[in-house]
């Protein structure tokens, strides 16, 4: 699916394969909210299974984070309205890539002590309401000390609202 090609394509790609997109995205978000994570009574028990359940749910929650912006896409090359809105992204936020891409179970642990040991404010706060804060009047240092820590990939996510914003 892409900007380019024949007009039947790109009619396709608006008809059928985004919204399909957008329908499997919305699947997602029961996984990727925040306080779902390996502390679940099912919880796996060791170390391995929680990097690997953290890993499943990061992914989720990066999926989510780039489909967002593609719906802003859409809106804005397509002039369509918007298939996702603000209010409904109560989903978590991305990690940091360090945290992210840890190439096994002890170096993820480590990453999370770290991540801890810095008081890491952002686990709890889902892309609608960092979106929310941001555009607030008075954002105060607690609130920016947050955005200082975000990854680019939640940033970019941020930036496309705005751009949504803009279009409506």
């Not at 359940?53 to 802003?72: D, G, N, Q």
Request: proline share 5%; with cysteine.
């Amino acid at each position: 699916m892409n900007w380019e090609g024949s007009t039947k394509t790109r009619l396709i790609a608006r008809r059928t394969r985004f919204p399909d997109i957008v329908y499997v995205a919305r699947s997602l978000y029961p996984f990727a909210m925040p306080g779902t994570s390996e502390e679940e009574p099912l919880a796996p028990c060791s170390l391995y299974d929680h990097w690997r359940a953290f890993a499943l749910r990061e992914k989720l929650i990066r999926t989510l984070l780039y489909t967002f912006p593609l719906v802003s896409a859409f809106v804005m090359f397509y002039n369509m309205s918007p298939r996702m809105v603000i209010n409904e992204l109560e989903f978590g936020l991305a990690v940091t890539d360090e945290h992210f891409s840890a190439s096994d179970a002890e170096a993820w642990f480590m990453s999370t002590q770290a991540a801890e040991n810095r008081a890491v404010a952002c686990s709890q706060v889902t892309l609608s309401q960092s979106i929310s804060m941001i555009m607030t009047e008075d954002c105060g240092a607690t609130q920016w000390g947050i955005f200082e820590q975000m990854s680019p990939l939640n940033l970019f996510a941020i930036a496309s609202d705005f751009g949504e914003i803009v279009l409506l």
